[in-house]
């Protein structure tokens, strides 16, 4: 913009000085003796002069166009700059949300492999306790008269089926309101019936894809169910740390088909399973 303006300046100086040499060679012209004389161009001299004087005026309006031009350009970029800044603003504020978010799942994720891990060499040290058979564990329970509750013997072991809707959000393993309430019932039914024997608490899903990036498969979405219900009945029920531990077995384990929905409802489930064994002391 700064050289179109030059250019504009030497044109408009260039055709006022032409305007004042034809002004004044129309009048006078300088003599040696220091005395004016009338001077006359010739027609050709002032159709050069008035050519010339047009082609300085288209350029000096050529020049005044582009200038403008330019200062749109300019006004434009300087708008765009600003827009940029504020998507890099925007797009600096998303990263920042982004990464404190992907910190406090790695946060999540570390505690939950720990307290799988620690779940882990519990079940190992059952496991190397003295098994005994009792056909007599099914007993009389409060929770088997709770709509949706189903409780059957499957072998040497009792299971309790807690329906995923009557605990969770959908695809989360976070409590719902009165899923407490649940827990604590469960909790006060094993300790009053089974306080000494080892009870597992089982994740199941329906074995459907999963979209969501905080469970990424139906195996971490069934051990993050399961934990959630070892935490209730711990800390809400009191039942001992040492009695629970928590097994995810995702969709491989299914009761019914998945090919309806309520049998795919059926299926989301997680299962408090009482084992013969009881606790080492």
Known sequence: MSHALDQRTVITFALSAALAVAAGCNQYSA??????AGVTLSPQQQTAIAQQTQQYQQRA????????????????????????????????????????????????????RGRTSAMAASMQTHAQAEIR???????????????????????????????????????TAQLKPGAEGLLKTVAADLTQNYPQQLIGVEGHTDGSPMTSPQYPTDQHLAIAQAMAVYDGLTRIGGMPTRQLFVVGHGGSHPVVSNGTEAGRARNRRVEVVIYPETMRR
Request: charged share 20%; glycine share 4%.
């Open 31 to 36: 003599s040696p003796y220091g005395q004016q």
């Open 61 to 112: 309006a050529t020049l005044d166009h582009d200038n403008q031009e330019l200062q749109s350009l300019l006004a434009q970029a300087k708008q765009q700059s600003q827009i940029l800044e504020e998507q890099v603003r925007a797009t600096q504020a998303q990263l920042k949300d982004t990464t404190d978010r992907l910190v406090a799942m790695q946060t999540d994720n570390d505690q939950l």
């Open 133 to 171: 058979a009792n056909n007599t564990l099914l007993r009389s329970l409060t929770i088997t008269n709770m709509p949706g509750i189903n409780v059957r013997q499957d072998g040497d072991v009792i299971r309790i089926e807690l329906p995923d809707d009557q605990l969770f959000n959908f695809g």
